[in-house]
T-cell receptor, first 114, second 112 residues
Framework: NAGVTQTPKFQVLKTGQSMTLQCAQD?????MYWYRQDPGMGLRLIYY???????DKGEVPNGYNVSRLNKREFSLRLESAAPSQTSVYFC?????????????FGPGTRLLVL | GDSVTQMEGPVTLSEEAFLTINCTYT??????LFWYVQYPGEGLQLLLK?????DKGSNKGFEATYRKETTSFHLEKGSVQVSDSAVYFC???????????FGTGTSLTVIP
């Protein structure tokens, strides 16, 4: 059981370059999330998708776009990377049962923007 | 809005010491509360959770009780091990909407 997978594990970009972070889950979850983790800031929500076909902004959406490709996959795109986007990015999914809901996290993508 | 405040670290303890990491929250209604653990180089893993007031979540010797009256969900363990060294995150999920809210994390180092 793979759970939540993310690619790539590590990436170095130059300012202005673009890239897409991929995320997939095999748990048949309805909801998926993208977070960034910065020292002293905890996890901050970038975008989330409550169900296939819907996406919503989180706390820090500027500079990012997302696509919920199907129920399994949720990608995060940086159109023009900036040094401020250097961070560790985590994808998560949850089953959508609100009372018992638990999020399951991927291993993360470490992004360095020079 | 909804938020979580947790004790700042880092925390360093000797093996077999007692651990408390404080967590308080702000939310309307009755949120679900969680503790996640992150080991070096890995993603977050659910440690325990509680979904209603006075519930106690427990796992791997860790416990936390959902206290509505003090809006708290403090994490405790009676005797920590070196393998417990990690970053611990308190989180809540409100009973409306789809978002989770995380604290800033508390780094724990246990020395032999």
């Amino acid at each position: 059981n793979a759970g939540v997978t993310q690619t790539p594990k590590f990436q170095v970009l130059k300012t202005g370059q673009s890239m897409t972070l991929q995320c997939a889950q095999d748990m048949n979850h309805n909801s998926m999330y993208w977070y960034r983790q910065d020292p002293g800031m905890g996890l901050r929500l970038i975008y989330y998708s409550a169900s296939e076909g819907t996406t919503d902004k989180g706390e820090v959406p500027n500079g990012y776009n997302v696509s919920r490709l199907n129920k399994r996959e949720f990608s995060l795109r940086l159109e023009s990377a900036a040094p401020s986007q250097t961070s560790v990015y985590f994808c998560a999914s949850s089953d959508g049962n609100r009372v018992q809901e638990t999020q399951y996290f991927g291993p993360g993508t470490r992004l360095l923007v020079l | 809005g909804d938020s979580v405040t947790q004790m700042e670290g880092p925390v360093t303890l000797s093996e077999e010491a007692f651990l408390t990491i404080n967590c308080t929250y702000t939310a309307t209604g009755y949120p679900s509360l969680f503790w996640y653990v992150q080991y070096p180089g890995e993603g977050l893993q659910l440690l325990l959770k509680a979904t209603k007031a006075d519930d106690k979540g427990s796992n791997k010797g860790f416990e936390a009780t959902y206290r509505k009256e003090t809006t708290s969900f403090h994490l405790e363990k009676g005797s920590v091990q070196v393998s417990d060294s990690a970053v611990y995150f308190c989180a809540l999920r409100a009973n409306t909407g789809n978002q989770f809210y995380f604290g800033t994390g508390t780094s724990l180092t246990v020395i032999p």
